[in-house]
T-cell receptor, first 112, second 115 residues
Framework: AQSVSQHNHHVILSEAASLELGCNYSYGGTVNLFWYVQYPGQHLQLLLKYFSGDPLVKGIKGFEAEFIKSKFSFNLRKPSVQWSDTAEYFCAVTSGYNKLIFGAGTRLAVHP | NAGVTQTPKFQVLKTGQSMTLQCAQDMNHEYMSWYRQDPGMGLRLIHYSVGAGITDQGEVPNGYNVSRSTTEDFPLRLLSAAPSQTSVYFC??????????????FGQGTRLTVV
């Protein structure tokens, strides 16, 4: 079965620091990859997605992610975080045609 | 356009009680699904549906039933609530009957406590 691993469960950064959150998945076939964000008390919102083409994907709010097929990875990056980026971030991968499998999530706290 | 609507937002149940969590979408999406979110475990798929009349199990289906009689609605039934079902439940929908090259849209969640 498909699985998704997020390496960091909790990350604490100061404003303006750079961010990289790791995500690895287990499936070797064609995948669709996503990063979702959940702000405190809110539902999940799509941050960015990769279906095909350019492996460097740009999303909302200055986030980007790079798909590296050989490493089964889809890491999320942001050059300079803001206090408003405090949230929980979830990596997700399609498993077959009908299932979207999530990682355990990474809680990011950004201090002013 | 309301998107994905879940009711109720909060619910407290006693062990052994049954209840139905409602999910409705007004985007004419074929695919709908239910997840539960627990600390440190991310979101786990309970059940999903690729269209009206078609449902299937996800990762953690035990203790839950679903049906899909219309495109718009996908209720989740807890047959006999247990404390282990205390969680936040999210409903999601997606435009096509498969998840290939489409994204999922999430509801606001239902926070369920079983005492």
């Amino acid at each position: 079965a498909q699985s998704v691993s997020q390496h960091n469960h909790h990350v604490i950064l100061s404003e303006a620091a750079s961010l990289e959150l790791g995500c690895n998945y287990s499936y070797g076939g064609t995948v669709n990859l996503f990063w979702y964000v959940q702000y405190p008390g809110q539902h999940l919102q799509l941050l960015l997605k990769y279906f095909s083409g350019d492996p460097l994907v740009k999303g909302i709010k200055g986030f980007e992610a790079e798909f590296i097929k050989s490493k089964f990875s889809f890491n999320l990056r942001k050059p300079s975080v803001q206090w408003s980026d405090t949230a929980e971030y979830f990596c997700a991968v399609t498993s077959g045609y009908n299932k979207l499998i999530f990682g355990a999530g990474t809680r990011l706290a950004v201090h002013p | 356009n309301a998107g994905v609507t879940q009711t109720p937002k909060f619910q407290v149940l006693k062990t052994g009680q049954s209840m139905t969590l409602q999910c409705a979408q007004d985007m004419n999406h074929e695919y709908m699904s239910w997840y539960r979110q627990d600390p440190g475990m991310g979101l786990r798929l309970i059940h999903y549906s690729v269209g009206a009349g078609i449902t299937d199990q996800g990762e953690v289906p035990n203790g839950y039933n679903v049906s899909r009689s219309t495109t718009e609605d996908f209720p989740l039934r807890l047959l006999s609530a247990a404390p282990s079902q205390t969680s936040v439940y999210f409903c999601a929908s997606s435009p096509s009957g498969s998840l290939v090259s489409t994204e999922a849209f999430f509801g606001q969640g239902t926070r369920l406590t079983v005492v």
